[in-house]
């Protein structure tokens, strides 16, 4: 058996959380491969909406096993309260969810340099969720990381004390001084919560699974465009988001991996700073935010919206090996007269259809317009269902990127889902 990975190809916010939901039941193990408190997948089931930060979203079928993988950073005050914040008792939620050992702690003094870090930048912030995640990730590269199993040595508070003593002389640098007795007390006391959770070295146990013929889904956080390598730097995450990085995020051979499901809205949006070549300022804009409820699950600051970049969506597919598109909230869409995509760009005169190195170097977008579809499509569940114009738009993308759409979202609950063969 391969390993299914499914990803953002945007800027994150795509709606990867629902149809990790909606896919699970085809699945044994769903695996999260990167991020951390800093992703927020939304799942919407029975009128009731829930949002997972650090905990896959398969959480909420019986028989499925969920690992935060060692790719991910975790704070345990998050997960606290992320666990209960669930409508599943504690019981239910240890026998479905194991955690990687190799998985890095988010320490109180991370979240201090990252606030820190991100107001000495002035007016080129980075448009940080201000969680701790760069910090954490940044000790992860310097070799000073804090990981779960450390939890489990004797040594583990002259571990811990080291590095925060590390931390403060950092912020010191900054000018500041913190007691850390409040932050300390409570991230103390989650500690000793998520030590009660069932830990694992999560490489050999899905490699055992995999050997066993148990099929495991991959899921990605954030998206492409906000990959530490591969996104708009250095307006990106700390992390690999796009699919090799649930190779190191879970510790699966490349050999061992299989289809590769890419999750993009019907437009685009973006939360904090950086560039967006498509981003509206306008009644459009506005429209789509207030239509689309484009306000981050985590931060709750208002997206950035614009049409659909097609340029940066054929980039997405090809560093990632999409195979299966999955068109989400094009419920949002319905309405506008007008649809618009971003199928060129101007650069130095010439039109261009690459992501240039520097996104600000693009001095006009090329649009394709088409028309748009009327009326209120979130009770659609078949494809001859769906309006003639926004089946028209769906085979522009399949047309244009190579790759089929065989899921389209009409809707944020896990029913509100077109699938096509």
Known sequence: MNIDILLGLQWGD??????????????DIVARFQGGPNAGHTIEFNGVKHVLHLIPSGI????????????????????????????????????????????????????????????????????????????????????????????????FREIYRARVEGHLRMLAGFGLSNDLKELEEEWFGAV?????????????????????????????????????????????????????????????????TGEVFGIF???????????????????????MRERGNEFGSTTGRPRRCGWLDLPALKYAIMVNGVTRLFMMKADVLSGFSEIKVCRSYTVGGMEVTELPYCLNDIEEINYRSMPGWQGDIRGCRKWEELPPELRDYIEYVEKETGVPVTIVSVGPDRSATVYRQ
């Not at 709606?15 to 039941?25: H, M, Q, R």
């Open 192 to 256: 000793e919560y998520l030590r009660q959770f069932r830990t694992v070295n999560a490489d050999y146990h899905i490699d055992m699974s995999l050997r066993e013929g148990r099929r495991v889904l991959a899921e990605g956080a954030q998206g492409t465009m906000l990959d530490i390598d591969f996104g708009t730097y250095p307006f990106v995450t700390s992390s690999n988001t796009v699919a090799a990085g649930a190779c190191t995020g879970l510790g699966i051979a490349p050999a061992r």
């Open 265 to 287: 809205k019907a437009y685009c949006t973006r939360v904090g700073s950086g560039p967006f070549p498509t981003e509206l300022d306008d009644a459009d804009g506005q429209m």
């Open 60 to 155: 909420f079928h019986d028989g499925k096993i969920n690992i935060i993988g060692n790719g991910l950073v975790i704070d345990p005050v998050v997960f606290r309260h992320e666990v209960e914040s669930l409508s599943l008792d504690i019981g239910v939620v240890r026998e479905r969810l194991l955690i990687s050992l190799k998985a890095h702690l988010i320490l109180p003094t991370h979240k201090l340099l990252d606030a820190a870090q991100e107001a000495s930048l002035g007016e080129s912030k980075i448009g940080s969720t201000l969680r701790g995640i760069g910090p954490a990730y940044t000790d992860k590269a310097a070799r000073s990381g804090v990981r779960v199993g450390d939890l489990f040595r004797k040594d």
């Open 14 to 27: 795509e709606g990867k959380g629902k149809i990790v939901d909606a896919l699970t039941p085809d699945y």
